[in-house]
């Protein structure tokens, strides 16, 4: 059985940070991509970062560009997003997830709820 388990979320005041962690588990993650999405309310969800898993290249939106820093520790199999200069645009559910390729993620976390405070 695969788990992908976010914590980290809270609330927090503009311009500050917060670090997500997603401890995955249940199988070998070799070759696949570990992205994180988030979900505004009211809104469609998005994409925020990506990152593979074997050889650590990574892909961000536009919108967290510069801001936001995608990571794996491959000993502990745990991918973190670390998010500075935070907007309240960014409030959201923020999700992991795991996939053979970019566009087919097959398997999600619960997600945990990120505010971001004016």
């Known amino acids: 059985q695969v788990q992908l388990v976010e914590s980290g979320g809270g609330v927090v005041q503009a311009g500050g940070s917060l670090r997500l962690s997603c401890a995955a588990s249940?199988?070998?993650?070799?070759?696949?991509?570990m992205g994180w999405f988030r979900r505004a309310s009211g809104k469609e969800r998005e994409f925020v970062a990506a990152i593979f898993w074997t050889g650590g290249s990574t892909r961000y939106a536009d919108s967290v560009k510069g801001r936001f820093t995608i990571s794996r520790d491959n000993a502990k199999n745990t991918v973190y997003l670390q998010m500075n200069s935070l907007k309240p645009e960014d409030t959201a559910v923020y999700y992991c997830a795991a996939g053979g390729s970019p566009y087919e993620y097959h398997y999600w976390g619960q997600g945990t709820q990120v505010t971001v405070s004016s």
């Open positions: 249940g199988r070998d993650f070799s070759g696949y991509v």
